[in-house]
């Protein structure tokens, strides 16, 4: 009869094999995830912002006025936006206008910037008709695109002269301009 060993495991070498193989698979897997990562944050940033694109024209037709969506500190729009009623068109939130929604800060890395007819300052302002108007002229749309980037990930928003907005990829659409 053969003498068994009581004693069954793995030796230091096994286990130090094993724990180098998982250090490389980790190592060749944590890039992949940073990308989807970006990615996944540039998207929920993007649906964010088109929805308050969508809500000020909404709230702009269903009140009937003047419904604007600018940055919160008046300049960059990864700081954070709000939806307010823009009584006197002035583009700022004043005493006695009300605020409809807000968004505090997107994640730190993706920038925004505003391509607009009207540059002098970043905002959209929609008329009780549902379209998009500049403030050096009441005819004139506000029309254009807000371009949003996280590392190589890019979106765009990109508002026709109706004041329709829509959501796109540069590298995969064409026609995302």
């Known amino acids: 009869m053969a003498h068994r060993s009581l004693t069954a495991g793995y030796t ?27 990615k ?15 809500l000020t ?12 969506l600018v940055p919160t500190d008046g300049q960059d729009w990864a700081n954070g936006w709000m939806v307010f009623v823009d009584e006197n068109g002035n583009r700022r939130l004043d005493p006695g206008e009300k605020i409809i929604h807000a968004q505090s800060l997107v994640a730190r890395g993706i920038t925004i910037k505003s ?18 108007r500049t403030d050096a002229n009441g005819q004139t749309p506000q029309a254009g695109h807000l371009a949003l980037s996280f590392g190589d990930q890019q979106r765009r928003i990109v508002l026709n002269f109706l004041g329709r907005p829509r959501a796109c990829n540069p590298a995969t659409d064409a026609a995302c301009g």
């Open 57 to 68: 024209r909404a709230e702009a037709i269903r009140r009937s006025q003047r419904v604007d």
């Open 40 to 54: 996944q944050q540039l998207a929920t940033v993007t649906g964010e912002l088109f929805a308050a694109v969508t």
């Open 115 to 132: 391509a607009m007819t009207d540059s002098a300052r970043p905002y959209i302002a929609y008329t009780g008709s549902g379209r998009t």
């Open 12 to 38: 230091l070498v096994e286990l130090m094999v094993v724990l180098a193989i998982f250090g490389i698979v980790l190592g060749l897997a944590v890039p992949g995830f940073q990308s989807l990562i970006r």
